[in-house]
T-cell receptor
Framework: SQQGEEDPQALSIQEGENATMNCSYK?????LQWYRQNSGRGLVHLIL?????REKHSGRLRVTLDTSKKSSSLLITASRAADTASYFC???????????FGAGTTVTVRA | IAGITQAPTSQILAAGRRMTLRCTQD?????MYWYRQDLGLGLRLIHY???????GKGEVPDGYSVSRANTDDFPLTLASAVPSQTSVYFC???????????FGPGTRLTVL
């Protein structure tokens, strides 16, 4: 069963604006990972954040993790048309170490 | 460096036929995975292999089998395809079970 749930399901923003999406999960995790998928393509890894970390940055991406609330957020700053994609959070539970994906957030960046 | 390759890119298959989806990685990763992606459901794990010679069942293993004879290859076989197996199939690999997964481009399978 899917452990992670992304919110919102879809997001439409203007180029240059920031995009924030959230992920909630149910059980204790080893790490949480964010992936991007462009239409018709495979998934590309963005950031991995471990359970003992609270925040990580990669370029225009910022990920936070709150293990007490079992939630994470992905912020894309100064969005570009090329950021149009689906974004998935995936959690690695400590119970079985099998990555569990949410249904994703579809982000559309308007020029 | 190719990373992960999958073949075929797409396939239309009659129900009841046997089909093997191929996956090869050149990163010498220990772990490999097969997922299916259906609209609105995200990715679901079919089978996995933590190291060459071992395999395990994921969330949706029924109707599928895998083998891991060596580090690089992880084929997925549908013994007798059914329409509910129509999906996009992704192979992935990671250095270890807790590491980043790298995905192939996918195989779009249609079972009629």
């Amino acid at each position: 069963s899917q452990q992670g749930e992304e919110d919102p399901q879809a997001l439409s923003i203007q180029e240059g604006e920031n995009a924030t999406m959230n992920c909630s999960y149910k059980t204790s995790i080893n790490n949480l990972q964010w992936y991007r998928q462009n239409s018709g393509r495979g998934l590309v890894h963005l950031i991995l954040i471990r359970s003992n970390e609270r925040e990580k940055h990669s370029g225009r991406l910022r990920v936070t993790l709150d293990t007490s609330k079992k939630s994470s957020s992905l912020l894309i700053t100064a969005s570009r048309a090329a950021d149009t994609a689906s974004y998935f959070c995936a959690t690695l539970p400590i119970s079985d170490y099998k990555l569990s994906f949410g249904a994703g957030t579809t982000v559309t960046v308007r020029a | 460096i190719a990373g992960i390759t999958q073949a075929p890119t797409s396939q239309i298959l009659a129900a009841g036929r046997r089909m093997t989806l191929r996956c090869t990685q050149d990163m010498r990763h220990n772990a490999m995975y097969w997922y299916r992606q259906d609209l609105g459901l995200g990715l679901r794990l079919i089978h996995y292999s933590n190291t060459a010679g071992t395999t395990g069942k994921g969330e949706v293993p029924d109707g599928y089998s895998v083998s891991r004879a060596n580090t690089d290859d992880f084929p997925l076989t549908l013994a007798s395809a059914v329409p509910s197996q129509t999906s996009v199939y992704f192979c992935a690999s990671s250095a270890g079970v807790a590491d980043t997964q790298y995905f192939g481009p996918g195989t779009r399978l249609t079972v009629l």
